[in-house]
């Protein structure tokens, strides 16, 4: 490595225990159904280093690519699937979002080719039979690299923010991080901001070093790298990029900074969990700025309403897309306001209510051991909040959801 790049030398291996970053990652994994298919591909696209030829669907890859890394092209058969787009939305859900997609199946219609390239995500169709000259023509630039390459892909932003300090933000982020991989399968970057005394990494029993706060600060030093060295394996689709500094630390994130550290890691997860701290600073505004979701984390008291409502209107400030989600945390603490009160200070219910856990919540804390383990009313809320971010995928939505996740659809 070259002297200029961000020496992390004493960063723990990211790759192991099935890291989303690792080194191995195919360059190509082929399902197709039949074997003319399979020799048409060979065919056309030559000797590929490090590809892979399955035999079956699309169905088939979704229940491989559950357990395995995502491959860099990947390409997958429809034929004899009865509902295609249901199952490429399936498909998006085990895939990171820098997947290159390209769908071979029966169809011919000019019509069904327009919807699947357009409208779904796919980078390119094509109908069967096969041959090696279209695969050729049509696959190949994909998997050299070419192809589309410039349309915006990556996953989605959400930002977990404290009305104030102490209404337990970074619970509900590290939490919430470890709900969107149970419940959707998908690949998620959880970034704990907080370079001094932040909690995430402690609440999840991992080390973390300085390479954040590098890349934070000297953004041209980060190279391409830089995930596979300061991401660490929390489960096997998740994965923590945090810091320690010592309180003394004269701390300088830049904007440019973590606008590159979220470009990143938007490449490779379909979920990137931000505990933002608060008040927001300049590299706050900007993560703001780019977050689909914003999650508000407030407790049942009169400081907590009159800064909720302060910081509803800040995220209005910053220009953010994103829609502000208001999670009332520790309801029924003994001495704190019901939650009749909290809903008319701030305009309205709260999307997602925790109850009081003054057990649960310490020990698991203390343990270095989610909540989300030992706590069934944190699952069943924080389900309800992955819900609200993930989203049910309906008839209606299944379209668009794929093509969010595979480059339709920016942060």
């Known amino acids: 490595m070259r002297a200029d790049r961000l020496p992390l030398h004493e960063v723990p291996d990211a790759t192991r225990g099935g890291a989303v970053m690792s080194a191995d990652r195919p360059a190509l994994v082929v399902f197709v159904a039949d074997e003319a298919s399979e020799a048409a591909i060979r065919g056309g696209l030559g000797d590929v280093l490090g590809a892979q030829m399955r035999r079956g669907t699309v169905r088939t890859a979704v229940k491989v690519l559950e357990k395995e890394t995502t491959p860099r092209v990947l390409i997958v058969d429809i034929s004899g699937v009865d509902d295609p787009f249901a199952a490429l939305d399936d498909l998006a859900g085990v895939c990171t979002p820098d997947v290159r997609v390209l769908v071979v199946g029966e169809r011919t219609e000019i019509g069904f080719y327009r919807d699947i390239t357009r409208n779904v995500g796919v980078h390119e169709y094509l109908h069967k039979p096969l041959t090696r000259d279209n695969v050729a023509r049509l696959f190949a630039p994909h998997v050299q690299g070419g192809g589309d390459g410039g349309h915006d892909r990556g996953g989605q932003i959400t930002a977990v923010c404290g009305a104030h300090g102490g209404v337990g933000a970074t619970t509900i982020a ?130 907590s309403i009159r800064d909720t409502v302060s910081m509803r209107k800040l995220v209005t400030a910053t220009g953010s897309p ?59 809320a924080l389900a309800q909040l992955t819900q609200e971010i993930a989203a049910v995928r309906t008839t209606a939505s299944q379209r668009s959801f794929f093509a969010r996740l595979f480059g339709r659809g920016g942060s």
Do not use: W
């Open 174 to 303: 590290v939490n919430l991080a470890l709900e969107l991989e149970e419940v959707t399968r998908s690949h998620v970057a959880l970034l704990d901001l907080h370079l001094r005394g932040g909690t995430a990494a402690m609440m999840l029993g991992a080390r973390v070093t300085s390479g954040l706060r590098i890349a934070l600060e000297e953004p041209e030093r980060v190279d391409s790298l830089f995930l596979d060295r300061v991401a660490v394996p929390i489960s096997e689709r998740v994965r923590l990029i945090a810091a320690e500094e010592p309180m003394e630390a004269d701390v300088k994130p830049t904007e440019e900074g973590v606008r590159r550290i979220l470009d990143m890691l938007r490449q490779r997860f379909n979920h990137v969990v931000v505990d933002v701290p608060m008040p927001p600073g300049p590299m706050e505004r900007a993560v703001l700025q780019r977050a689909r979701h914003v999650v508000l984390v407030m407790a049942p008291e009169v400081a």
């Open 322 to 380: 994103g829609r502000v989600i208001t999670v009332l945390n520790g309801l029924g603490r003994r001495g704190y306001l019901p939650i009749k009160l909290v809903a008319e200070g701030i305009g309205g219910p709260p999307e997602v209510v925790i109850p009081d856990l003054p057990r649960q919540l310490p020990r698991a804390a203390n343990l270095g051991r989610p909540a989300l383990k030992d706590s069934p009313p944190l699952r069943r």
